[in-house]
């Protein structure tokens, strides 16, 4: 009767400027839209740019 | 069952009871005069449930703001004493008896209250940096609307309980659900606001902060930024708090600013809105006016300004739940920042001929949202 809420985790996805390489990560503290997150493996830099919730489970 | 069964039943036989008359008599009467008692009993417990949920979010978005300022902001030992006075602190909005040139009065009151909460956070820790204060700044306000939830709807019950008002229970019942709504999407925006994630809110300024990302950035106004470039030989001046601080900038005073200086074919606007019951979420919708919402000021500076140089204004809006609007920012609504881009390079088209200038702003908060 009752639906009980499903937890939300937190997720940071990053795009390689140079090759377009997608990469996604569970947020970390500090990350934030539109700045480097890692280096990619082609030498490129990994922008974030999607920090999003996604409810867990069924 | 035939009517003689019927009667006896009911006792309306030859063997007419006067007790089984009583029966039913005594219910019927003790109801006209009690049932209104017994279901204010009944409401006012429900209620009271409510209000106990709602004491709940107030002591732990409080707990929330107090941890994170001993935390983060490496406060001095007063400071849970002196963050319970600012949750108390009100607003006296100004007399409206002769509403001419009230804006201004509530802009100012308003503006008042914010550079005074500003003030006090940052003698909390004046060695904090910016993020964190406006972070903190934005828990206290949370924590000062759950606070004033739970005081009005508490004082309306106990009144109502009081003075045994069934009448007065019956607004607040009816109102109740829309309070919660409120209060539970207020204590899931605490855990968004503290890790300074993007919220639902901020799908604005995530549109246009990737628009300005490599652009030159200029101050428009207090916490506000603007760049300028160039898509499909229009000039394009893009606005949007400065990020990823927790605020909503001043687009009020930053679109007056650039208008005084820059001519205009058109202005864009980018928002969430609240979806209708029913309504799916993410959904994007364009429309006309100024799409940006708070207590009004904001709205009719720009509307003021545009109406005065004759200049359309469009909105792009991104339907969404109150929930969704103040918590971490759903991946439904994130898919959508690309398709609100394209639809913006598209109004831009439509909305200016070669040559002309479109200010496109992304109005909301934007936590967690850089450019």
Redesign the interface.
Known sequence: MFKKERPVLPYTLSVCDSCGREGRAKFAEGDCLFIESSKCECGGRMMIEMIYGETTGR | MDLAEFGDLFSFGDDFSPIMMLVWIIPIVFFVFYGQQIQLYISANQIKKQIFRLKEYRDESKDELVNYVKERMKASSDSPSRIETFLDYFSIMPSNMDPGGIVPKVRHVVRSREEHTREQIRILDPTAGELQRTQAQTLLEIASSLRLLHRITNHVYLTAKKQKNFPMILPLQMMLPFIMEEAKALRGAVSAFK????IGDGIGP?VV??MM?HLQKETAAFQTVWSQTLIDKRRVYLMKAQ??LSSVGRPGDAVENLLRRRKMDAIIMIDAALKMEGEESAVVSRGFGAAIGGIGTERFQIEEIATKRGIPIYAIVVKQSIKEAL?????E???K?SSVRSQVGEMIREAAPEGGSVLVVGVGNTV????
């Open positions: 890790l300074g994630q993007p995530m902060g990737r990302v990020g990823p918590a971490l920012m759903t991946k609504v994130a898919l920042a967690g949202v850089s450019q």
